[in-house]
C-alpha cells in the first residue's frame, strides 16, 4: 500500500450551540473544533477532529493550542513518512511531543480515516472489528433550569431518539443540585435512567452528602463527584455507596485506570478518546478497566460528527459498554460540517459502515463556519 503523506492542514471550526451547555465549570453556546486534514502522495484525504470544552475550563488545551501545537510540533513529525504503520506514527510522536492528547487523538483520527480509504474499510475494521452496529446513547441535560430539562427529556423520549439522561451539576450549592436532579428523576419515572455529573465539583464530604441523597432519590450513576487527582476519595467513595461512581477527568489512560484500580476503586470509566490521545490508546484503557473488573462507557468532550465518528467505530469494537455511550455531540450543535449526518435513533447511534470514517466534508458548511 505504501503511501507517504505529503500535506496536513489545521483549520478552527466555531458552530453555535442549540442551547447554552451548562456545566460547573463553564457555559458553552458555541463549540469550536480543530479540524486537520491529511492527504498523501496517492491522492487519498483523512480528516480528524480535536475538540474540547469552554476554551481551556475543561482541560490544559485549547483549540488555539491544539491547532498550533498541531502546525507547529506534530505536523511536521509525520509529513514525508509512510502511512503503513499508524502505530509507527504514534510512537513517533509520542516521543517527540509530551502531553496534547487531543492534539494526538485528532491526527490519529485523520490516519485511520486516510489508511481506511485506502485499504477499502471503515476504520472500526482497523481497530478489529466492528461487535455492535448500534451504540447506545444517552442525552445530557444541562440547560440549567429544571422546567426545561423536563420538557426537553420527555420530547426526547417521546421521539424515541434517547431514553437514558445525565444531568450536568456542581455549579450550584448541593442542596439546590440534588433538588433539581430529584425533581427531574421523579418527572421522568422509574423506568428512565437518570445519572449526575459533577465535573469535580464537591470536595469529599460535600460528596458524601450530595450522593447519600443522589442514592435516595433513584440516581443510576455519579461520575467525577470529586477532583481529577483525587483517586483516594473516590475509591473511598465508591466504596461507601451501592450508587455507583464513574471516574471521568480522573482517568486519561490505562496508566491513571490501573492507579484508581490499586486503590480498591469498584466503579465504571468514562473512555475518551481526547483524553488517551486516540481511539488506539482510548482501547488500551478499555482493556485495564475491564481487567480490573471496571464497567465501560463511551465519553466524549462534546465533539463534533468527525470526532464522534472515530469514537463510534472504536467503541463498536469493544464487547461490553456496561454504561452505553453520550455520543450526542453533533445533536448538540445547531448545524454540521459533513454531508451525511450520522443516524441517531432507538437510544443509540449506527456505526458508519462506509470506508474510514464514513463521513465527507461539506466544503461549503466549512468555508461558513471556518474561523477566519
Ligand atoms: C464530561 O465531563 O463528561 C460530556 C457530556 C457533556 O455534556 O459534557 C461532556 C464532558
Ligand atoms: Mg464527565
Redesign the pocket.
Known sequence: MTSKITYIETMIVDIPTIRP?K?SMTSMAVQSMVIVRIKDDQGFEGVGEGTT?GGLA?GPESPESIKMNIDTYLAPLLIGQSLDSIKSLIQRMSLTVRGNMIAKSALQTALLDLQGKHLGVPVSTLLGGAIHQHIPCLW?L?SGNTDKDIAEAKALIASGRHCEF?L?IGSRHVNEDVAHVASIKAALGEGVSVRV?V?QAWDEATATKGMAALQAAGVDLV??PTPAKEWDALARLSQKFTIPILA??GVSDAVDIFQLAQRGFNGGI?L?IAKSGGPIEALYAATVSSSSGMGLYG????EGSIGTAVAIHAWSTLPKLHWGS?M??PL?LQDDIIKQPLNYHSNGVVVPQSSGLGVEIDEEKLRLYRRK
Open positions: 451547555h456545566l470544552i475543561y445530557v444541562a445525565k450536568k455529573d465535573n461520575e467525577q471521568d477527568e468514562a475518551k465519553g466524549t468532550l462534546l453520550e450526542f455531540g448538540l
